[in-house]
Nanobody, 114 residues
Framework: QVQLVESGGGLVQPGGSLRLSCLAS???????MAWYRQAPGKQRDLVAA???????DYVDSVKGRFTISRDNAKNTVYLQMDKLTPEDTAVYYC?????????WGQGTQVAVSS
């Protein structure tokens, strides 16, 4: 079983930056990790993912603005978010996939507003 704890959310002005962190309870060196987000009244959608070999993928709306990375030594995955817009407002969830199972954190709120 993998427990995930997100942190780093908050309120930021449009154009600002935040860095989200996801700390896992186990080694993540061979685990596919991803960030999802869910805005009020909408479904949870994939934002960015990083494979065990550190290949990355992003949804089109965040390409060039968000960067996902992993630090296996710290069992942590990051999501650097730059040039934030109000449309990025959502609860952000960390996801891990291991041995056919999918694990979720409790989420961290990101609000972009002036």
């Amino acid at each position: 079983q993998v427990q995930l704890v997100e942190s780093g959310g908050g309120l930021v002005q449009p154009g600002g930056s935040l860095r989200l962190s996801c700390l896992a309870s186990t080694n993540i060196f061979n685990i596919y990790m991803a960030w999802y987000r869910q805005a009020p009244g909408k479904q949870r959608d994939l934002v960015a993912a990083v494979t065990a070999s550190s290949s990355t993928d992003y949804v089109d709306s965040v390409k060039g603005r968000f960067t996902i990375s992993r630090d296996n030594a710290k069992n942590t995955v990051y999501l650097q978010m730059d040039k934030l817009t109000p449309e990025d407002t959502a609860v952000y969830y960390c996801n891990a996939r291991k041995s056919g199972y999918s694990y979720w954190g409790q989420g961290t709120q990101v609000a972009v507003s002036s």
